[in-house]
């Protein structure tokens, strides 16, 4: 797992940016991550833990998202 800290996230629109702890570029987040991972609210600079999955589109995204 990485870590890292939620650039920003809009849960009106469902999805926000995670920057991880070691500079690499910023990973996608969507609401359905957070949702899966039980977390009600999740707010910009809270420190994470993730895995990062490629999907169908080859983009990267969070995934196995937990509160650090």
Do not use: C, Y
């Not at 939620?6 to 469902?14: A, C, I, L, Y």
């Not at 926000?16 to 609210?41: N, T």
């Amino acid at each position: 797992m990485a870590n890292g800290t939620v650039k920003w996230f809009n849960s009106t629109k469902g999805f926000g940016f995670i920057q991880p702890e070691h500079g690499s570029k910023d990973i996608f987040l969507h609401i359905s991550a957070v949702e899966r991972a039980g977390i009600s609210r999740i707010e910009d600079g809270q420190a994470v833990t993730f895995d990062v999955e490629s999907g169908r589109d080859g983009r990267e995204s969070a995934s196995n998202l937990a509160l650090a």
